[in-house]
């Protein structure tokens, strides 16, 4: 147990300090802070003392040295009961809690106008001294970081015996280092990139901060949690807002990724739906009920319990069409009408995510093998669809509008992909086989099982034909007119061949999009 006597208050971040502060006065504990933080615990009439008054010694070189001080240090770091002589032979009072929170060194080099010397400028120095000099010496000593343990401390303050216990002490050091870890892993990550071109450090330090455990991982048999990245910015389904329903589960969250990563690949009206990591109908519409129609068709059967995700306001038709159509796990969109809410709550269960408008966030994708870490950059289509005709026949308009949507769902299906579209919808997806010719006989059964005709249709390939033609002569007896894949094989001169003698009109994009 910890008798509090003295605190020291130093915070870039003053949520909640005053009313803190205020309440440390009331038990008669005494409290010492610097700088502006002790300028605002002033204004609201709390009494302080500074700390370059507390130490006899100003601060010095435009605030970088203030807290830096063995009577500061001293009073933190002392062992109790153990180095009591020497405090007294020094004059260094005990100093009990220690309520810090670090320089925004991660909003300011956010901003577009940060330079190298202002973001050296943001770097915390006494600041992480203290907290884990404090976090080190918890079995006498309180650390306080977030704004959010503020209650912890005055409840403790306010209990029956007023004091801090040795397990809620050591739990904040926990939160204290992982603070400090996570600042300095913002700083090297930020100065590697100012003298290397590579975006991948020698030392891969990781900072997420854990938004909740989930019931369990992929499996009932696994643990699992979710981690949301610090000081992101865009929309993800980790910062979207549940407006009902259930907590989402780990494959909830990772289907309702991969749905919104796809929608928001289009700028029109759109709708996916999304089964097992692998979007079974992608469709636009003039409305989102429409977009979401046309999606549903694509593959009813395995549409249900499935993702469904907009890029446009969820209105109350669509929201009603959904229910009548289909038993869903989520559906995601920028935002949800108050009439689509009133509409979704017949289903209580149902999980409702609002994103909010904005871009997609973006970052590194890792993917954790055995003894060690794969990271690369996300995957993404270019803001243009660029491509070029190597056949003899070109694709017409409406073609050419096809083929530009069928490439963008393909980049979200699993490979070995193939799409089918015909008018801005998905008519038949084959993902994950072992052959690419596997993967368009299932797209081809799903058209023909929920009753499209291939006819005049084009298909899409995430990466290119090989070994052999084998592929283009059963598209060509489906009806396929148009093809889009990146080319590259050393077999292309007999594929585009091949798409000759059929008459089929072929693009390469020179841009693969494997999605192991």
């Known amino acids: 147990m910890q008798t509090i006597q003295r605190a020291l208050i130093s915070v870039s971040d ?18 010492l802070s610097t700088g502006g933080t002790a300028k605002l615990l002033k204004e609201n009439n709390i009494t302080v003392t500074d700390v370059s008054d507390y130490t006899g010694f100003p601060e010095l070189f435009a605030g970088r040295v203030k807290t830096l001080h063995p ?31 670090l320089y925004p060194f991660q909003n300011a080099i956010r901003q577009d106008d940060c330079t190298l010397a202002n973001a050296i400028e943001n770097i915390d120095i006494g600041g992480p001294t203290m907290v884990r000099a404090a976090a080190k010496n918890h079995q006498s000593v309180s650390i306080v970081v977030h704004p959010e343990d503020y209650s912890r401390v005055t409840d ?11 397990r809620l002490r050591f739990e904040l050091a926990v939160k204290a280092f992982e603070h400090t870890a996570q ?18 450090p020698e030392t891969l330090t990781l900072a997420f901060e854990k938004s909740g455990e989930l019931r369990y991982g992929e499996n009932p048999h696994q643990q699992a949690a979710v981690y949301k990245e610090t000081n992101s910015s865009g929309v993800s389904v980790v910062n979207a807002e549940l407006l009902q329903g259930k907590a989402l589960s780990y494959n909830n969250l990772a289907d309702a990724d991969a749905a919104l990563a796809c929608v928001k690949s289009f700028k029109e009206c759109s709708c996916v739906i999304v089964k097992h990591a692998n979007p079974c109908g992608v469709a636009h519409g003039k409305t989102v009920t429409e977009a979401y129609q046309r ?3 694509c593959d009813s059967t395995s549409a249900f319990g499935g993702i469904i995700a907009f890029n446009q306001t969820l209105t109350k038709e669509a929201a009603k069409t959904i229910l009548d159509n289909q038993f869903a796990e989520v559906i995601i969109a920028p935002k949800i009408d108050q009439d689509a809410l009133v509409v979704l709550a017949a289903k209580p269960n149902l999980r409702v995510l609002a994103t909010g408008e904005g871009e997609l966030q973006t970052g590194f994708d890792l993917k954790r093998i055995a003894g060690g870490l794969l990271i690369q950059e996300q995957d993404r289509l270019a803001e243009e669809f660029k491509y070029e005709i190597v056949t003899e026949r070109s694709p017409d308009a409406e073609e050419l509008e096809s083929l530009a949507f069928a490439w963008n769902v393909v980049a979200a299906v699993k490979s070995n992909a193939i799409v089918y579209a015909k008018e801005s919808q998905s008519i038949g997806i084959g ?6 010719i596997d993967s368009a006989k299932i797209a081809a059964n799903k058209a023909q099982e929920m009753g499209f005709s291939l006819d005049n249709a084009v298909m899409a390939s995430d990466a290119f034909f090989s070994p052999f033609r084998d592929s283009i002569d059963t598209a060509a007896k489906q009806g396929i007119k148009a093809i889009v894949q990146p080319g590259g094989s050393i077999r292309d001169e007999e594929v585009i061949a091949a798409c000759n003698e059929h008459g089929i009109a072929m693009i390469f994009t020179g841009e693969r999009h494997f999605k192991h």
Do not use: W
């Open 156 to 166: 403790a303050l306010s209990s029956e015996t007023g004091v801090i216990n040795d």
């Open 183 to 200: 600042y300095d892993a913002a700083i090297s990550r930020y100065l590697y990139k100012q003298c290397h071109d590579s975006d991948f």
């Open 71 to 101: 009577k500061v240090h001293g009073g933190i770091l002392a062992r109790r009961g153990v180095d009591n002589e020497a405090m007294r032979e020094n004059g260094i009072p005990a100093i009990d809690l220690v309520i810090v929170n």
């Open 295 to 297: 999606a549903f068709s």
């Open 431 to 436: 993902a994950g086989q072992m052959s690419r």
């Open 14 to 31: 003053k949520t909640g300090i005053i009313e803190l502060a205020k309440t440390l006065e009331q038990h008669k504990i005494e409290i």
